[in-house]
DNA sequence: ATTTTAGTAATACGACCGTCTGATAATGGA
DNA sequence: TCCATTATCAGACGGTCGTATTACTAAAAT
């Protein structure tokens, strides 16, 4: 029942990703400059207005660059929303590959990673998470623009399955679904009441399901 | 830290709550008649497509009202999405009496209500939660329309909150928001994932979380 | 020195947006 | 019958959307 065909390759050897598949045409030259910064104030507008209520004049505010040169760095918007998630699988990717340099334990993985949660609350009360309300959005578009979405949970699925695998648990992968599904929940729920405690609350308990299902 | 300030009044006495303000000029009109085809297809579009991207136009085309008629009926687009948010209420209202008029007992009640997420697995998959998308999708445009939203989850919340009150549960609220961070953790990660399956596993782990929450 | 290319600036394009208007048709009580 | 109310209709309004093109500058390559 597998919707989606493309999934990214993933180097768990060393725990380095990479998904910045930059032009080469671009790189090292000026226009790579000005392309990264559509890029970043693209990722930054998506997050806080949403793909759909961010128009290339809002882009084009934020950096100074021209609406009309977008053209130039990408053909549509969609080539945009690619980039910014490639962006933000990049970014995943050095967090993932951090919090493997510092520990080797899985469980404290784990919990390294969940300190995601608090540690952007005040994003997530303002604008929800940045990877579940961009996948909740594009569901409802063009399913190939919900599929690129789908490929940063795609990411954290594989790498929190692999921390449960390296404990020897079998049910892995459905571990590793309920953790992600916890946390949007909480992100969902939190956002809605603009309830700043409950993802206090929230995080603690996820802390406690972790190391329940960690410890044997 | 109560951010939002309207909250919708519920009669718990009978079970009956009453969010359906109709405007009294229409009342048993023709014209109502239209009013009312207007909400519903707006109700189905902002479900699918999502509020921002569903146009007057597309109402139009929807219902075969010809899209000058509308400020006839609303003067904005944001009073269609209160009307739409309000027959939400009132569908919801009315699902919850039928709830508490099948039996006394809230964990058969909250077990009742937690079909609702299987009940609508194949939408869910498509489109997401109908509230939780809503809530997620108005969070990063106006305050207003994003607080009418989540008038949804409170009457959630609430309904929910009195089922574990019922029980003599200290936490009822704390239990309440948990319930519904579960369903709506489940939803956005089954739709992203396009998962019917996970829907399936996830129902029964959050129907035995109520049971271990409820047996006493 | 000349040609090619990379990047900048400004703007035109058609389509569509939410909103609003003015005119008309239907309705029903006086 | 008259008239006010209710309802319907087509279309214009200014604005913005994503997209596309043009003319231009500057640097690099030949």
Redesign the interface.
Known sequence: ?A??VIVPVMLDIGGIFSFNHVQESFMGTKGEGNRQRIITAADDLFY???Y??TSFQDISDATGIPRGNFYYYFKTKDEILHAVVDGRLDELSALLSKIESETDNPRERLLMFSNMLEDNRDNVI???CPF??L???L???DPQLHEK??QI?AVL?HWIKQQFVALGLTNAD?LA??L???????T??A????????IK??HQ?IKDWINTNTLN
Do not use: H, P
């Open positions: 029942m919707y989606f806080r207005r949403g759909n209520q303002q604008s929800g579940g309300t996948s909740s959005e569901a409802k578009d979405s789908t949970f699925r459905d679904l309920d992600l599904a916890r946390l949007q929940g909480v969902v729920i956002c809605a009441f603009k309830d700043v405690d409950y609350r929230s308990q």
